[in-house]
Structure formats: C-alpha cells, structure tokens
C-alpha cells in the first residue's frame, strides 16, 4: 500500500468552495485529511506530521528552503477579503502605544496588519495575543482587534466596534496588488518521494475547487448557518473569496514576503517563491 499523504484542510468558511465538495469524493485511502486553523497546520508542516496542506503564507516565508508552493491554489482576494479585519474603538492612527489584541489564528494575517499599522499609519501600538471572539475572549480591555476568518464574520455581523478595516482592501489600496493569505504548501521530501501523488491530490483539489464555483449557491446553503450568516451574505462573501494563484498574485506574494525580509521576519531566500506544478 502506498505511503499516507496526510493533508492539511483549512476549516474556515472561506474554503468550503474546495472543501464541500472535497469532502463528497471517494479519495484513496492513503489520503489523510487532518482539519484545523491556519496556525495549527503551521506548526503540523513544521514539525513534518502532515505532507502538505493550506498553510499561511508566512508559514512558507519562514522556511522557503523545504517547502513548494502548489501551482493554480490560494486563499486570497483582491481587493476587501471580508473575513480579516481590524476592528477598532478609534481610527487606526490613534492606536499609537494602544494595546492591539491578536488573533492566534494567523501569523499572516499578524504580520499583514503590523505592516499596515507601522510602516503606513507610523505607528507603533501595544501587541498580544489572545482570544478575540467567544466566552474567553479578552477583547474588552484593548483598543483594537485583529480577527479572522470565521470569528471576524461573526463580529462584523454584531456589529460592535465603530472602527472596521478590511485588510485585504487596505493592502491593494497601498500596493495596487491582491492579497494572498494562504497558499497551498507541500513539503519537498513528500515531492520527492511522492511526485506523482503530489500531482494527484494538486489536480483533485482543482477539480473540487472549479466545481465549488460552479456549485457556490448550492454551497453556501450548506454552509452559511454555521456563522450564522444570510444566504445573500454568504454567496457576496465567498464571491470575494479567490482560490487560484495567478502571476499577479505570485506578484503579490513576492512583495509581502519582501517586506518580512525587510522588517527581520523572513530569510531573502523567500524570494522568489518556488512553485510546484
């Protein structure tokens, strides 16, 4: 029997136009889907338990040298994502020296709105990491929060904060360019070993994601009471949610991997990326 290829599935929302129909597909059996947040499929590819899966971009940026970043796949958007805000008490060039609470869900998204704040407002406010959103959550005693996916929906469906700044939309604003807060990671000895079954699992979850955009009404009927959301909200939502990798976006990529390498937070060798096909 073949090697396991154990596979890292988002759970978000904002994959379920790949994921939905993934889970309706007779897969081999050697094809383990493990599904967490962003984060914890960081430090699993990390620690080499899984082979591959959608990853934070600044999970690749960090350790260039043994992953690839499949072709045609991404978590991205041009221009307002919708699920990746800043929500604010006050405009964000007030938050000087604020405390700022951070999501543990994504280190991209971290380091996104960090740029955003510090090399384009110039200035510096308070960080830590907590939980944004829930019974535990410790967004009282900030002025600010960074929340994403589907916690920030469901904040920005209650509607609390007076302040709410769109990431993606304030990147393109400043850059021109899309944003890519995902990519689809694999790790090189897994190619190595296993090149042809790497291009299996790159053409199924193509296939899951053409088919996802064909069936995103039907999807977001399914899923859109997990929020819970609209359905209207849902299908405007995930319209705005983009899952391939054009040159544009590789564009896009190369320039906020180039700023991690300018602010300390990247090796250079995160540029250019290395694409798997």
């Not at 154990?6 to 129909?21: D, F, Q, T």
């Not at 493990?34 to 080499?48: C, F």
């Not at 869900?105 to 829930?134: F, H, K, N």
């Not at 993606?168 to 021109?176: A, D, N």
């Amino acid at each position: 029997m073949a090697q396991p290829a154990r596979i890292g599935m988002v759970s978000y929302i904002n994959v379920a136009p790949i994921y939905e129909v993934w889970k309706e597909k007779p897969l081999p059996a050697n094809w383990q889907v493990i599904a967490k947040h962003p984060r914890e499929l960081n430090e699993l590819l990390l620690e080499s338990k899984i082979d591959m899966g959608f990853v934070s971009a600044f999970a690749y940026a960090l350790h260039p040298e043994r992953y690839r970043i499949f072709s045609g796949l991404s978590i991205s958007a041009t221009g307002p994502v919708g699920s990746v805000f800043l929500f604010s008490r006050v405009p964000p060039a007030e938050l000087d020296r604020q405390p700022v609470l951070l999501t543990r869900q994504s280190d991209t998204s971290i380091r996104l709105v960090q740029i955003i704040l510090e090399e384009w407002y110039r200035i510096q406010p308070e960080y830590r990491q907590g939980v944004v959103y829930g019974p535990d959550s410790q967004a009282e005693s900030a002025q600010a929060i960074l929340a994403i996916g589907d916690d920030a929906l469901r904040l920005k469906r209650e509607g609390q904060w007076p302040v709410v700044l769109d990431l993606g939309e304030e990147w393109m604003r400043h850059t021109g360019l899309p944003f890519v807060f995902s990519v689809w990671v694999v790790r090189d000895g897994f190619i190595q070993d296993q090149p042809e079954e790497a291009r299996r699992i790159r053409e199924m979850l193509l296939s899951c994601r053409d088919e996802g955009q064909a069936r995103l009404s039907e999807i977001c009927r399914t899923v859109a009471a997990r929020i819970p959301m609209d359905y209207e909200e849902c299908v405007q939502y995930l319209k705005a949610i983009e899952h391939d990798l054009t040159p544009v976006k590789i564009q896009a990529l190369e320039k906020y991997f180039t700023f991690l390498i300018q602010r300390g937070e990247a090796p250079k060798e995160a540029v250019p990326v290395r694409i798997f096909a």
